[in-house]
């Protein structure tokens, strides 16, 4: 990297965290520690809601899942506006009402004391497991990426994003967030207009569009009713809602950045906002993914995207090999490269079905070598992790962008990485402090003593999200592990709430009782999954544990005569 774009990365970074600081430099109080002085406007809301959930994984992987799979992977979010609209209508006059720090406390007096820290130990598991990837997931890029030892990566991240959520607290979590979100917008738009201009002269942007959909990377909406098939419509119209309505109304997370709104408005009207942005906001991410994915149509790309695995065989007695199926690799490219701009050229459909079916068979060779290169790997470092599509878009960014602005697409990666894990250590610091430390263990201490005690969490929290990074491995792919991790338990605290808004009649004991064996089957189920002994997508998991709990709930209900 060169120094311009040393430069350029220190200096936006270091602005958003002396910007935070100088902002929060005065919070001396448990209350606006935890909730900030309840001073935001909605916008500042909408973009710190965004940029919570918008992680570096979200940067670095979901171009990656484009590059494999098209746009498919937007119907994810297709539920998110209605989930919004469910939570400003009937969640948040509540939360607003009972003026609560977290989300638990409205369990207490819904039910009992030990149905609030049951959910909030739920969310505590499931938080404190995501932090450590989301610190984890582009530690070992960009740790590859720059040369830097893994572990040194983690807590270079780790230490700044501690630093200024000790400092300042939620307020510096949500003003800070902001301009994280607006550095991350300029550099994903920024991104896919350099991809555009440095296509091949004459292919044009309708050329590359035109190539996209032949090669079916645009295909946005599947109507199939496939159980199996993990991004449908429905998977995210059904699974989906279940998933952000338990996310952003249950998820501490979430909750505490428009707990921090003006008013009860400003929190909706963010909440709102963030629906109607975040899925063209994804588009984009998938969109810019697809761009590379015809950028390197015309650009030969590497055979494996993550150059450490490539260096391991290097000297070894799998070098030649390695060298003799780059050279089918490159022949691949060149014959891809033939067919593909005949297609652009071609007329007719019989034509077009011509090119179509060699393109297909050529990606079919490619994938065949690609596979032969994973299995060398594989023979000389069987501990490696072969699954490469994460490494696609810092491969482009690294290798092609020009200097100055790779520092700035850096930073980005940076930026969201230390926006979400500075949400999701405040959430667990926020949580553990009132729903189990100030509930149960220290009752009636000064506002000071838990001042203090809110930042020793905070410091706690993000030692064990450090150390969860240095021992987490990655999964297929990033973006999917993290809400992976969020599936297994949103159901069952999803469950909870519904059953204390809508089911009226419903006590503490039942349901309670309902969310153990809830949350047991969903782990079982996928479980199951994992193994290959059942299939079923984790999105559904949202779906079946908020159902189980509402349906054991209400039969124990008139088993044991509550109320």
């Known amino acids: 990297m060169s120094t311009l774009d040393w430069i350029v990365m220190s200096s936006v970074l270091f602005a958003i965290v002396f910007y935070g600081v100088m902002k929060t430099r005065n919070v001396n109080n448990v209350k606006s520690y935890l909730l900030g002085d309840k001073d935001l406007p909605w916008w500042t809301i909408g973009l710190s809601v965004m940029a919570t959930q918008a992680s570096a994984i979200t940067f670095l992987s979901t171009p990656g899942k484009a590059y494999d ?20 209508i009937f969640v948040l006059p509540i939360y607003y009402r009972l003026n609560v720090y977290t989300a638990y406390e409205y369990l207490e007096g819904r039910f009992d004391l030990r149905t609030r820290v ?44 501690i630093f200024y959520t000790v400092m300042g607290g939620t ?9 994280q979100m607006i550095v991350i917008l300029l550099g994903m738009v920024l991104a896919a207009v350099f991809l555009v201009l440095q296509l091949p002269t004459d292919i044009s942007f309708n050329d590359a569009v035109k190539v996209a959909g032949k090669m079916d990377k645009l295909e946005v909406v599947n109507f199939d009713f496939d159980p199996k098939n993990r991004y449908t419509f429905w998977t995210g119209m059904l699974g989906g809602v279940f998933l952000f309505v338990s996310y952003f109304g249950t998820d501490q997370s979430q909750v505490q950045r428009y707990l921090s709104g003006k008013s009860l408005k400003e929190s909706r009207l963010g909440l709102l906002f963030n629906g109607i942005i975040k899925v063209p906001m994804q588009f984009l991410v998938l969109f810019v993914g697809v761009l590379v994915f015809i950028f390197f149509q015309f650009t030969q790309p590497p055979i494996h995207f993550n150059q450490s695995n490539l260096d391991k065989l290097s000297g070894t007695q799998y070098e030649q090999e390695l060298i003799d199926l780059k050279t089918q690799h490159h022949q691949i490219f060149e014959q891809k490269q033939i067919a593909i701009r005949s297609l652009i050229d071609a007329t007719d459909e019989a034509s077009i079905a011509t090119q179509q079916t060699r393109i297909q ?83 009636n201490e000064s506002d000071k ?56 009649r419903v006590g503490g004991k039942a349901v309670f009782i309902a969310a153990l064996p809830a949350e047991a089957i969903v782990v ?40």
């Open 118 to 161: 049951l959910t909030a130990i739920l969310f505590l598991i499931q938080r404190g497991l995501a932090a450590g990837i989301t610190i984890y997931a582009p530690s070992i890029i960009l740790s590859n990426i720059l040369g830097w030892d893994l572990n040194f990566t983690i807590i270079c991240i780790g230490i700044v994003v």
């Open 361 to 443: 068979a050529l990606i079919g060779e490619d994938k065949e070598v690609r596979e032969e290169v994973n299995n060398l790997i594989l023979k000389q470092a069987p501990d490696a992790e072969t699954k490469d599509s994460d490494y696609v878009f810092i491969t482009f960014i690294t290798n092609y962008l020009p200097k100055g602005l790779i520092g700035l697409l850096l930073a980005v990666i940076f930026s969201a990485a230390m926006s979400s894990t500075s949400s999701e250590l405040n959430a667990l610091a926020t949580t553990t402090v009132v729903d189990i430390y100030r509930r149960l263990i220290r009752q």
């Open 524 to 563: 079982t189920i996928f479980t199951l999954d994992y193994y290959n002994y059942i299939d079923m997508p984790y999105l559904w998991l949202n779906l079946i544990g908020c159902v189980l709990v509402m349906m054991i709930a209400w039969i124990l209900h008139l088993v044991l005569r509550e109320g």
């Open 69 to 88: 799979d098209g746009l498919g992977f937007a119907q994810f979010y297709f539920g998110m506006p209605v989930a919004m609209v469910f939570l400003c």
């Open 171 to 179: 307020k510096a979590v949500s003003v800070t967030q902001k301009q």
């Open 449 to 504: 003593h838990y001042l203090n005690a809110s930042k020793a969490f905070t410091v706690m929290w993000g030692c064990m999200a450090l150390f969860f990074a240095t021992t987490a491995s990655l999964f297929d792919n990033l973006i999917e592990a993290v809400n992976i991790i969020g599936s297994l338990f949103y159901g069952t605290i999803l469950g909870i709430f519904l059953v204390a808004f809508f089911m009226k």
